[in-house]
């Protein structure tokens, strides 16, 4: 059941030291493919990195122990260049890359795969070692991998009168 994947869910910090299957990345970013975006735009894509050295270039851009120990980072990129934008300017594309990562994360915890969204990165960093053109940014590290035990714990939310009305 869906709702039961979305509270089992949770933001992974303590990684296994064990690759990942790339049938289950390819199905992570396969179910972040088939996420909806403006006008079908589709302005997204991922750098599924694996390679060691790599990994370490990438490393750089968040320089946090428990990141270094995800086996594999996915680095989501939005293209501005295809990206739809209303009419009054407003470009769609961190709406379109999130809708993208969250379907990602869901399908990873599905596949017994845990992941963190990680915004808070050198993004211009990120930028010069994947070589991206100026149209394209770097909106989220995905450090993915199986976790060194699972710890599902009770999620703080707020209340559904606090965040709905009902009009």
Known sequence: MFLDLARKRYSLRS????EIEREKLEYVVEAARYAP???NLQPVKFYV???KDMLSKIHQ???REWFKKAPCVIVAVGDRQSSWKRADGKDHVD??????????TLAASDVGLGTCWVCAFDAKLCHEILNLPVHMEAI???PIGYPEKEEVKEKRRKSLDEI???I
Do not use: G
């Not at 990684?15 to 064990?18: A, G």
């Not at 999130?98 to 990602?104: G, R």
């Open 15 to 18: 990684f296994l030291n064990k």
């Open 95 to 104: 709406v379109d890359v999130a809708i993208s990562v969250d379907h990602l």
């Open 164 to 166: 709905v009305e009902w």
């Open 49 to 51: 990195v694996t390679d």
């Open 61 to 63: 851009a968040y320089p």
């Open 140 to 142: 989220a590290l995905i």
């Open 37 to 39: 975006s403006a006008c």
